[in-house]
């Protein structure tokens, strides 16, 4: 699905959120790799299960066509600084419902950008009638957790010691949920 794009202002950054195009695949895979880098709040490694230009071009047709499926990027002078990716599928007993993800560059983070990619997100969920969101979250990203829980997601339940970060140590995985009525 598409939506319409959106431009906004935050503490002077000026940026903008809107659906994925074919033309921003490199840059997206470019992204990916810089971003699973930065941080360890990633599943990923950098390089681990890397996507080329070819794959993201993919990704934005296939989510482009489904009716519950959303790809949104948002844009700081023409570079993409951050993108998300909600996908449902075909099975009936699970139709209703999206899985929800967000990936953004690290000097981009405080500037309200992942939770307006959320808002947005969530904007077309309500829309497009679908029930639940749900998402997963490393432990230690606390800033995040409460941003999910702001915009109405709960903590459905705990994956106990279900990633191993470069410190060595084991640590879990929160699975939230939005449900709308």
Known sequence: MRIN???LIVRGISY??????????????EVRLQIDGE?????????EAYIDCTGFEK???????APNHLFLV??????????????????????????????MLQAYWGYGIGGALLSETLDWTDAA??????????????????LYEKHGFNVEGILRQDKLLSD??????VVMGRISI
């Open 59 to 65: 990704i934005i047709e296939e989510d482009t066509q």
């Open 74 to 103: 948002a844009e700081v002078d023409g570079a993409i600084v951050g993108f998300s990716r909600c996908e449902g599928n075909s099975l009936k007993r699970t139709a209703h419902k999206v899985e929800f993800g967000v990936c």
């Open 129 to 146: 009638g679908i029930k639940k969101v749900v998402l997963t979250v490393l432990e230690t990203n606390e800033k995040a957790i409460k």
């Open 5 to 7: 794009s959106k431009e």
């Open 168 to 173: 060595g140590n084991y640590y879990n995985t």
């Open 39 to 47: 941080t360890e709040n990633m599943d990923r490694e950098k390089g």
């Open 16 to 29: 903008t959120i809107r659906s994925a195009e074919i033309q921003d695949a490199r840059q997206l895979s």
